[in-house]
Structures are given as C-alpha cells and as structure tokens.
C-alpha cells in the first residue's frame, strides 16, 4: 500500500524561480532563503519518494474567472508549464501519474468532497518552484517523483476555511494510504507565508503570526481552523492566504508530526518565506 | 429583500478583498490581463492598447487607469492583483515596482519597508 513519508512546505515566489535559473545561491540576498533547502535535498536524496503530491494555488495561468475551481486535481499524463506573461523561463513538462490521481478523485468525492478533475492543467510558478527547489534541475533530476497537482482558490473570495482545507488534507490521507501500489509518498503544502501586493497595505509582511502558523502547523493545526478567513487576510495579507495549501498539507500527515527542518526568512521579494520538512510520528 | 442584504463584502483598511463584487465589476479587466500569458496577445496590445481595450470591452474607468498604469485605480476598478501583474509585466514592472507604486515610496524605501520586517 502507498505510505506517506514526509510533508513538505516552501514559498513559491516568482522571483525565485528566476534566482535559481540564474544561480543566485551564495548571493548575499538569496542564501538566507537557499540555505533551507539542502537538509531537505538530503533527505529526499535518503527516501527516494515515487510521488510528489504538490498542493498550490494557481495564480491565472490554470484557471480563470469564468470558472474557479475551489478545488481542483490533476489527472493529466504530464503537466505543462506555460508562459505568465512576465518573463520566468519556462521549464519542461512534469511527469504525471494519471491512474493514481484518479483512485484520489474517485476516494474524494466518495468521502463528499467534490473536485474539479483535470485531464489538461498549465502547471505556474506555484507548482514549479517548489519542484526546483526540493530537486534541483527539476524536471530533469533523475529522482524526480510523479506528480499530481492539487490547486486550491485564493485568488478570488469566497476562498475555502483553514477548518475544510484541513479536512480535505485528512481525506487526502484516507485517499492517498487506500492505493495499493507500494509506493513512498511526500505531500507539498506551497506558498506563503505572510505577504500582500495589492493596495495601500502592500509590502505588509507578519513576522509574530508566520511563526505562530509554522509553531501550530506541527502542534495543534485544529487551534488554526479558529482563524476567520477575514482574519487571515488580516494577519497573513491578502496574499498570505496561501497558507490554506499548508494546512491540507497537514492533514494528509495524520494526527502527530515532527518538524525535522524548518526555516523561515525575511524578505524573500514581498515575502516572508517559510519552509519545513515535516515527518508522520506512528501512533 | 435587497441584494445588498447579502453583502459578503469584508472592509480591511488599505485591502479590496476581491470577492463577487469585484469580480463582477472587473471582468473583462481581468479577462484581458489573464489574455497577457501569451506572447502574441502582448505583441498585440503593444501595437494598438486602445484596440485593445476595446476588444476586451474595459470601460472607461478600466481604459484611463490602464493608460495611467495606476494600480490603486486599477485594483479599484475591479482588477485582480493576480492578473494585474501580467500587465505590469508587459511593462517589466515587477512587485516591488508596484507596491511602491501604491504606497506613495521609491522602490528603494519600499524594499528597505519589507527588509524591516525581518527585523
């Protein structure tokens, strides 16, 4: 049976993607933010995972307004990652596990969440930098798993709760641990943390409440379903409701983690960037 | 009843949370932004934005706060910032750009802002 081995998180920042094209690591800006990923690359290297469950948001490249998903899963051979429109190269396509996404829909809907399937999905920069990150070279890293996108709305309101993307993460769980196949699992929470771009309130970034968020996230994700939407977009910035995609992250862990790496760093373009390497603890 | 009974609109002081209201009034806004992933849609624009404009049906407030690569104005005519940064793109405006831009700061005070904040 398929087994979850780790639980991942990483900003998903634009500009990143462009840093690692252009090697930035040991650029006095950038390494405070690199230097949380080797322990990671490490660990990765160690578990060898066969499939990478990358939960982000997409941010208009996937999806448009004329239908928002609130959530939608990949079910694609591949994915594609397409042109934005502001200059990040463009990387070869992501391989797929198509049999795999569907057992997750089917497992989904039968627990009464209902997705939106999606044979065809351009993959943005919420997807792809994290893949850089954990593999470097990605898609061409030779350990690079399968995956399966999960893309959850918060580019436009009403976004889902911090309580449903936590119990999406648990039936994610139940989903994921029914596939027979005996294959090594990692699940991506990405984006985040705090940041804002849009209005008078751009550039706010929440230092005190990111590492409240990344303190829970391991502790007690059930005290952060008590956060309102409205004060996450407070608290985290218009933007910093991408934390939703850490919390369905989370519930796909089970009921007890530990936090085997973690960093957090500020700024990372309008950012404040968290990253963690989360292990299930067997109960 | 009024529709305005059902107003789901949240006030956050120097925030426009983009919900139904403005994803009503931003549409085709929008709908030309997210047009902007494709090179051939940008080359397009560049040749004749008024054309352009017009084709995506923006209204006036849209068309002047497009024209004046205002942001605040463009958020407040019912722009999304997701799609918006495809048209500051265009203009090779990245987000430090336009969130000085918006705060009334060069892009220096506004990079040194989110430097603080680390603090």
Redesign the interface.
């Known amino acids: 049976m398929a087994k979850i081995i780790g639980g991942l998180t990483s900003s998903h920042i634009p500009?990143v993607g462009n840093a690692v094209h252009n090697k930035l690591f040991d650029d006095p800006y950038w390494k405070p933010f690199f230097d949380g990923y080797p322990a990671i690359q490490d660990w990765l290297n160690e578990h060898k995972p066969d499939v990478a469950i990358n939960i982000y948001n997409d941010?208009?490249?996937g999806f448009?307004?004329?239908k928002m998903p609130t959530f939608a899963i990949g079910a694609a051979h591949q994915y594609v990652n397409?042109?934005?429109?502001?200059?990040i190269p463009q990387l070869d396509p992501f391989p797929g596990d198509a049999p795999f996404s569907w057992h997750i829909i089917e497992s989904m809907v039968a627990q009464e969440f209902d997705i939106t399937s999606c044979q065809e999905l351009a993959v943005d920069h919420g997807f792809v930098v994290p893949m850089q990150l954990f593999w470097p070279g990605a898609p061409h890293n030779p350990d690079l798993p399968r995956t399966i996108p999960i893309s959850a709305n918060t580019?436009?309101?009403?976004i889902p709760t911090l309580g449903r993307a936590l119990n999406f993460g648990r039936a994610l769980r139940k989903a994921i641990l029914s596939w027979p196949q005996d294959i090594k699992v990692v699940v991506l929470g990405t984006g985040g943390l705090s940041h804002?771009?849009?209005?008078?309130?751009?550039?706010?970034?929440?230092?005190e409440f990111d590492q409240y968020c990344m303190e829970k996230i391991v502790s007690d994700p059930d005290a952060l379903t008590k956060i309102s939407r409205?004060e996450l977009?407070?608290k985290a910035g218009?933007?910093g409701t991408e934390f939703l995609m850490w919390m369905m992250m989370r519930g796909a862990l089970g009921d007890k983690v530990k936090a085997v790496h973690s960093n957090y760093?500020?700024?990372i373009?309008?950012t404040?960037a968290g990253t963690m390497l989360l292990e299930p603890v067997e109960s | 009843m009024e529709f305005n009974d059902f107003d789901h609109h949240a006030t956050i002081e120097g925030t426009t949370v983009f919900d139904g209201t403005q994803a009503m009034k931003g549409y085709a806004l929008n709908k030309m932004c997210y047009s902007f992933n494709g090179a051939a849609a940008r080359e397009e624009y560049l040749q004749d934005p008024e054309a352009y404009f017009d084709k995506f049906g923006l209204n006036d407030e849209q068309k002047q706060a497009c024209r004046d690569k205002n942001v605040l104005a463009l958020i407040a005519a019912g722009g999304n910032i997701y799609y918006l940064a495809k048209f500051a793109g265009i203009y090779k405006l990245d987000v430090q750009d336009v969130g000085a831009q918006q705060t009334g700061m060069s892009k220096e005070e506004f990079k040194e802002k989110l430097r603080r904040a680390g603090d």
């Open positions: 500009a941010h208009g490249l448009f307004l004329d397409e042109d934005e429109g502001w200059g580019v436009q309101h009403p804002q771009l849009d209005g008078e309130r751009a550039g706010f970034i929440n230092k409205h977009v407070e218009a933007q760093h500020i700024p373009s309008n404040g």
